[in-house]
């Protein structure tokens, strides 16, 4: 995956990010991530206790992303 691609989809919503070890990340939008040329640092909230915590995610390890879409 390229900085590129992976923020023209983050563009028009929430994604999910599926990686090559088989682990998926929800990305909300841009508020939630920073994307350098080779990470993606993506902020979420722990259900456990509320913090908010982050995933560092290589761009060379992910295989796709899915848009989410909600239903109305």
Do not use: F
């Amino acid at each position: 995956m390229d900085r590129e691609t992976l923020l023209s989809e983050i563009d028009d919503g929430p994604v999910r990010v599926h990686m090559n070890d088989g682990q998926s990340v929800v990305i909300e939008g841009h508020r939630d991530c920073a994307v350098d040329s080779m990470t993606a640092y993506v902020l979420y909230r722990d259900d456990a206790d509320g913090r908010i915590k982050a995933h560092w995610l290589s761009l060379l390890a992910m295989t796709r992303i899915e848009r989410i879409t909600t239903a109305a």
